[in-house]
T-cell receptor
């Protein structure tokens, strides 16, 4: 089973600061997805990256897939209190005839006013 | 689009009883649905994968006789926790994928199970 290491585990910052969350693996993923999860709710998909070196932007969020498709990063510019939540990366692994997601441990972000 | 619902959103039951959780894809047909369990302050752990019309595939360490999965149609999968015990208390989340090879999964809102 491929492992996906996510860091940092916790992040507490002030509004307006920038931050980066990392997901790393020694194995190659066919794609990688980033989710955000609020307490007591299911994860909400933010983005899917498929191509090595791909960069996708979603307003103040920038997602990058490593050239070798083993790692990914999420960068948030000028964080707002509304960005507070649990951010999860998940890599797609082909196993048993279908793709399944391997989740990182998550990064719990707290943005303070 | 790509909305997945779960019912119930939370359930409290007595130890030894069975609980059924439904997962529905509301605006697309899901060839594959996934069931996850999430303990407090932890990430999602895949329990099993169900394909419409076939038996579910369970992850290592997940008891198939305890967690019964039925994927009877392209829009509905159910997870039944049989003879529930307090250690089964958790947040159960389903996800659905629309087409074979399409890797994006859309998640339901989760079901909070508390076994007394």
């Amino acid at each position: 089973t491929q492992l996906l290491e996510q860091s940092p585990q916790f992040l507490s910052i002030q509004e307006g600061e920038n931050l980066t969350v990392y997901c790393n693996s020694s194995s190659v993923f066919s794609s990688l997805q980033w989710y955000r999860q609020e307490p007591g709710e299911g994860p909400v998909l933010l983005v899917t990256v498929v191509t090595g070196g791909e960069v996708k932007k979603l307003k103040r969020l920038t997602f990058q897939f490593g050239d070798a498709r083993k790692d990914s990063s999420l960068h948030i510019t000028a964080a707002q209190t509304g960005d507070t939540g649990l951010y999860l990366c998940a890599g797609a692994q082909f196993s048993g005839g279908y793709n399944k997601l391997i989740f990182g441990a998550g990064t719990r972000l707290a943005v303070h006013p | 689009g790509a909305v997945v619902s779960q019912h119930p959103s939370r359930v409290i039951c007595k130890s030894g009883t069975s609980v059924k959780i439904e997962c529905r894809s509301l605006d697309f047909q899901a060839t594959t649905m996934f069931w996850y369990r999430q303990f407090p302050k932890q990430s999602l752990m895949l329990m099993a994968t169900s394909n419409e019309g076939s038996k579910a595939t369970y992850e290592q360490g997940v008891e198939k006789d305890k967690f019964l999965i039925n994927h009877a149609s392209l829009t509905l999968s159910t997870l039944t926790v049989t003879s529930a015990h307090p250690e089964d208390s958790s947040f159960y989340i389903c996800s659905a994928r629309a087409a074979l090879g399409w890797e994006t999964q859309y998640f339901g809102p989760g079901t909070r199970l508390l076994v007394l």
